[in-house]
């Protein structure tokens, strides 16, 4: 993975939970991401501090959960069957909404710095943040489904569960690397921070990274959907001369 | 070297497609055929998605044919008039093709019968001319010349007989029509240029020489694969130019290296040789749909109407 620290701009923000004792001043190493010609993927560095009047409180340590979300998209997840002597996709479950991409990085094991009530109010696990409603009545294991579409994508680095990917210094400092894989979505990607304190969140931030296609991928992009029958007629023209082109050059090395 | 495909969404090494490209070029300049039915499949190994494989190869193969047509006509081994009458027929098989592409997308098991018309076709072309070439070699190998494959049959009764000079022949021009309309269809279904199909419907149905045969398919495959590139990047926006950029660089040197490796062989030769190739990727799908996947499971997109 390249890091790729492109400007390093910092969004301040502040923000005010139920508990305002504590609040979250937050830097991004790269607030966007360009998906250029020779993007491989890219390493982005988040980092933050503690801001706070009064001493750190007594009790238990703070924790930090960090989660980057690409944009969500309904999905069909199929299972295939034995019929007739051959595999074949039977059963579908549409899952409403399934992240593009999601990671989960946090400053200890998850079960223990965040409490499942708190998961299910902030959705922070990876099954937490994809959304199934209906499936069929025929299918009785409907979780099955989830469950492969989870192991799908964690196969393929799109989503990521990182225990212990947060450093904490003195309770005030924190700083976590979150990998983007190659194969990136184009969109905005919520980045939520949560600091907690016995598994409790007592403060959150979000902020954006912006994921965008640039310079000759966006142009192409672009001319692919707006004017489908030039991209079209495009692809023929450079497909047509470059086979003139090997043929003419085939006949010089001959001569 | 690392490039990002702007439709696909994805990073691939530029090298290797290259190579793929190269490859399946040397294969379509040496039997005529435009490759597609072993490109789309490499494509999804290396792990494009399958829209943009199926698009992609189709306007890769216009490139790859067009620089092998180039070194045919040159040797004037394509038959025009031919070559007209099986795109006239090809471009109508098209058109209904794409219709019942969209059918068959409607009932949702458009893969499968994807996969199962190539398992089908695919072996029992494979078969056929693996046998019929096996028995050519071993005539000439006896010393017997081998059989003129010029037979009086059924084809020869029909009307509208027109004469194909290059071919050699004084036949109707439905059979050559309906061989257009067939590969057509199928070509719309598969997301293949055809030539696979074309090749032994000319040798074994028609009977053209093979010289001819290789040229003339080629001029046909080119129309028909550009028309279907255009409806894709049309309809479905899954034409990705880098990438086909990448294949046809590729494509278009090995075209060349193919069409002279083609001319030094012996037809039964090549015939066997494409046979046996056809027959490979016929067995390799075959498995796909016998043996149970490692993953029972797969995601799709959900198509929004």
Redesign the interface.
């Known amino acids: 993975m390249r890091r790729l620290v492109v400007g390093l701009l910092l969004a301040v923000g502040l923000a005010v939970s139920a508990n305002a004792e504590e609040e979250i001043v937050l830097g991004l190493s790269q607030a966007e991401v360009s998906?250029?010609?020779?993007?491989?993927?890219s390493e982005i560095l988040i980092y933050g501090a503690v801001k706070r009047e009064t001493p750190v409180p007594q009790g238990a340590p703070l924790e930090v959960v960090m989660t980057v979300s690409g944009p969500s998209?309904?999905?069909?997840?199929?299972?295939?069957h034995?019929r007739f002597?051959?595999?074949?996709?039977t059963e579908?479950v549409?899952v409403d909404r399934a992240p593009s991409f999601y990671a989960v990085v946090t400053s200890g094991p998850l079960d223990h710095v965040l409490k499942r009530i708190e998961d299910l109010r902030h959705k922070i696990s990876i099954p937490r943040a994809i959304r199934s409603v209906g499936a069929p009545m025929t299918i009785k294991d409907s979780t099955?489904?989830t469950e492969?579409?989870i192991?799908?994508r964690s196969r393929a680095n799109l989503y990521q569960v990182i225990e212990d990917g947060v450093k904490v210094d003195q309770q005030t400092l924190f700083r976590a690397a979150i990998a983007l894989p190659?194969?990136?979505?184009?969109g905005d990607y919520i980045t939520r921070i949560f600091l907690t304190r016995g598994g409790t969140v007592v403060s959150q931030y979000q902020t954006v990274i912006d994921v965008r296609?640039v310079g000759?991928?966006?142009w192409?992009?672009n001319l692919?959907?707006e004017n489908?029958?030039l991209?079209?007629?495009?692809?023929?023209v450079?497909?047509?001369a470059?086979?003139?082109?090997?043929?003419a050059a085939?006949?010089l090395l001959r001569r | 070297?690392?490039?990002?495909l702007?439709?696909a969404?994805?990073?691939v090494n530029a090298y290797l497609i290259l190579g793929l490209g190269g490859l399946v070029g040397i294969l379509s300049g040496m039997f005529g055929v435009g490759g597609g039915f072993l490109i789309t499949p490499l494509l999804f190994f290396v792990g494009i998605p399958p829209a943009v494989a199926v698009a992609t190869s189709t306007?890769?193969i216009?490139?790859?044919?067009?620089?092998a047509?180039?070194?045919h006509l040159?040797r004037r081994t394509v038959d025009f008039r031919m070559g007209w009458v099986l795109l006239i027929g090809g471009l109508i098989g098209s058109g209904l093709g794409v219709i019942v592409f969209n059918m068959l997308r409607a009932l949702?098991?458009v893969?499968?019968l994807v996969k199962l018309c190539y398992v089908i076709f695919l072996g029992v072309i494979g078969g056929l001319m693996f046998i019929e070439s096996l028995n050519a070699i071993r005539r000439t190998r006896k010393g017997g010349r081998a059989t003129l494959r010029k037979k009086h049959n059924w084809i020869h009764g029909l009307p509208f007989k027109v004469r194909f000079r290059v071919s050699g022949l004084y036949i109707s021009v439905i059979p050559p029509l309906m061989v257009g309309v067939l590969v057509g269809i199928l070509a719309a279904i598969m997301g293949v240029g055809g030539g696979f199909i074309m090749v032994p419907a000319m040798i074994y149905l028609l009977g053209m020489p093979t010289k001819v045969v290789v040229g003339t398919s080629l001029f046909q495959i080119i129309f028909v694969t550009?028309f279907t590139?255009?409806l894709?990047?049309?309809t479905n926006?899954t034409?990705d130019?880098?990438l086909?950029?990448l294949l046809?660089?590729g494509g278009?040197?090995g075209?060349?290296v193919g069409t002279q490796i083609g001319m030094r062989m012996k037809a039964e030769q090549l015939r066997i040789l494409l046979a046996f190739l056809v027959l490979l990727v016929c067995g390799n799908l075959a498995l796909d749909?016998?043996?149970?996947?490692d993953?029972?499971?797969?995601?799709?997109?959900?198509v929004i109407k």
Request: hydrophobic share 55%; no cysteine.
């Open positions: 998906i250029s010609t020779n993007f491989n993927g998209l309904p999905i069909n997840v199929w299972r295939k034995k002597g051959i595999w074949i996709n579908a549409e099955a489904f492969a579409l192991r799908i190659a194969a990136l979505t184009e296609k000759m991928e966006r192409l992009f692919s959907r489908a029958f991209y079209g007629l495009l692809s023929l450079i497909a047509i470059a086979g003139w082109g090997a043929s085939f006949a | 070297m690392q490039i990002y702007p439709i969404e994805i990073s306007n890769q216009v490139a790859s044919s067009f620089s047509l180039l070194a040159k949702g098991q893969d499968l550009a590139t255009m894709h990047a049309t926006y034409v130019i880098v086909a950029v046809l660089v278009v040197i075209a060349q749909l016998l043996l149970q996947p993953e029972l499971f797969s995601l799709s997109p959900v």
